[in-house]
RNA sequence: CGGGAAGUAGCGCAGCUUGGUUAGCGCGCCUGCUUUGGGAGCAGGAGGCCGCGGGUUCGAAUCCCGCCUUCCCGACCA
């Protein structure tokens, strides 16, 4: 190969990024600043994330609902957190219909309390729990120093809201969303390992007491949260009265929880994956799993590309045909920014020998494959890219992610991955330390990896580093 | 919002210091022919409110002021 048409991931790492989500045609930053412009490929991923993220929920019991965009600003101030973590961010509209408005209505940057509002209205019983609501939305969140998928002012999402009788029914359902939904999604789909834990205090969810979080490590060893959970006590029950009659009579209070993933999975997906050469997509996410090159356009070739396009669409994968225009050299490298897993390429060489070449995005491998064995051996390659993309990320962040004793060295560590050190070491100053030189706690652990129920249990462990 | 860098054709840039023909170059784009097994070649062609607004000047891409946008580093976040 000769140059790349991209930066060096290596030289500039941002630069990088910017150039695969131009060149592979997933984004262009809006006209207003922080706004971005999804493009059809990249669309067609956020697809692919939605419709699979979607069929977990539903599975989890939670169905889909639509809240307005619009919420009138007395209902922020309601939960004093709340608005607190969210008014510096806020877009406000003050005039409309060609008029000042009597209340300024608020551009939703989450929608916990509207939704609080109507769970009001529906809870009565406890015959009526749980409540288990999900939405798929935009919200705006106005940012200083925006990012295309990473940090832009409006970006897409899920929400999920709910609201439970007791404290261990919230607790149970929000971390069952985190496993069965964010969890099984981001490593089984999105191959991309993550350190499942809880959030300290500081960085907990504006009204929540407890925010869990699914902490992935990018190809530059720094922390990307990729979705979150959070337990909301009865915070935004007692400020939007969410009251239910329980069995013997008695009126009590919801517990609820909420719950969230964003169109910035898709910058995790740059940036967990790619490589010098663009893209790289994981088979169970791509919305283009083939593409069938013809290496010229010659009838018999064409004639050939078809009939594999067909077989392979037949069984199932997600197939497109290049339409020979151009050179090949040149068709070949745009597929691979935009990170198409399997190449079948074909040319009059293959079929003389009844072959075509199978090419794989991620280690650059081809193979001369017999064109009765297309269907299958393409249906390998896609399961052993899939399970050795994650392999490689779980390589990375293994490696990458040491063991230290001091705050010292835990500044060291995260200059080029994450640490892992003893809470115990942060309490107090430490992590107040720690993040005058942008370095946070991801999250929190126990001693064997698993999910701690309080941040105050002995012997917890963090994971820390620098993040998106 | 603080510190830094930059905005000239779709993309990447030169020109600005020292104001003065018709604002250039590479890639991409269009037409034609030859090509196509790893970013093709030749020939011809299209495409510019030089980020926006104001000022200085006989004259501004070039000098001055303001604003907007992008990127980097910080404080905030999914």
């Excluded at 608005?83 to 806020?90: A, D, M, Q, T, Y």
């Excluded at 749980?130 to 200083?144: D, F, K």
């Excluded at 490593?187 to 925010?211: C, D, H």
């Excluded at 400020?239 to 008695?250: K, L, M, N, P, R």
């Amino acid at each position: 190969m000769a140059e790349s048409a991209l930066t060096n991931r290596h030289d500039d790492f941002p630069k990088w990024y910017q150039d695969v989500v131009a060149k592979a045609e997933l984004a262009d930053n809006g006209p207003v600043r922080g706004t971005m412009v999804i493009r059809p490929y990249g669309y067609a991923i956020w697809e692919r994330i939605q419709s699979e993220i979607d069929v977990r929920i539903k599975a989890a019991g939670a169905e889909n609902a639509y809240f307005p965009i619009f919420i009138p600003e007395s209902y922020l101030s309601r939960e004093a957190e709340h608005v607190e973590g969210f008014s510096p961010e806020l877009a406000v509209v003050t005039h409309a219909g060609g008029e000042k408005l009597t209340e300024p209505v608020v551009v939703r940057p989450t929608s916990e309390t509207v939704i609080g509002e109507f769970m009001a209205k529906w809870v009565h019983s406890h015959r009526d729990l749980p409540l288990l609501l999900n939405q798929w939305a935009n919200v705006v969140r106005w940012e200083m120093r925006p990012r295309v998928f990473l940090r832009s002012s409006e970006f897409l999402w899920q929400e999920g809201h709910t609201a439970h009788a007791t404290h261990e029914d919230a607790a149970a359902y929000a971390r069952q969303i985190h496993y069965d939904v964010y969890h099984d999604f981001i490593r089984n789909v999105l191959a991309v390992p993550v350190y499942l834990g809880m959030k300290t205090q500081s960085e907990r969810f504006a009204g929540a007491t407890n925010t869990m979080t699914c902490e992935g490590m990018m190809g530059d060893g720094k922390a990307l949260q990729m979705a979150t959970s959070h337990e909301l006590g009865q915070n935004f029950a007692k400020a939007f009265d969410i009251t239910f009659q329980t069995e013997d009579g008695q009126s009590a209070h919801c517990f609820t929880t909420s719950w969230g993933a964003s169109t910035r999975l898709i910058g995790g997906l740059i940036m967990a994956h790619g490589d010098d050469d663009g893209l790289v997509v994981p088979p169970r996410l791509a919305p283009l799993q083939v593409v069938v090159l013809p290496v010229r356009d010659d009838p018999e070739v064409m004639s050939a590309v078809r009939q594999i396009a067909d077989d392979l669409r037949r069984a199932g994968v997600r197939v497109k045909v290049d339409q020979a225009r151009g050179s090949f050299g040149r068709r070949v490298t745009d597929w691979e920014i935009k990170g198409v897993p399997v190449r079948c390429e074909v040319g009059p060489r293959d079929l003389a020998e009844g072959k075509v070449t199978i090419a794989r995005r991620d280690s650059g491998e081809k193979v001369p494959v017999p064109l009765d064995a297309v269907v299958s051996t393409v249906h390998d390659t896609l399961e052993t890219q899939q399970r050795e993309i994650l392999s490689r990320a779980e390589t990375r962040l293994a490696e990458r992610t040491v063991d230290v004793t001091t705050i010292a060295e835990a500044s060291a560590a995260a200059k080029e991955g994450f640490a892992r050190v003893s809470f115990d070491v942060l309490r107090g100053e430490g992590e107040a330390q720690l993040r005058t030189e942008a370095i946070t706690v991801r999250c929190l652990q126990r001693a064997d990896g698993s999910m701690p129920d309080r941040d105050d249990e002995p012997g917890l462990v963090a994971i820390v580093g620098r993040s998106y």
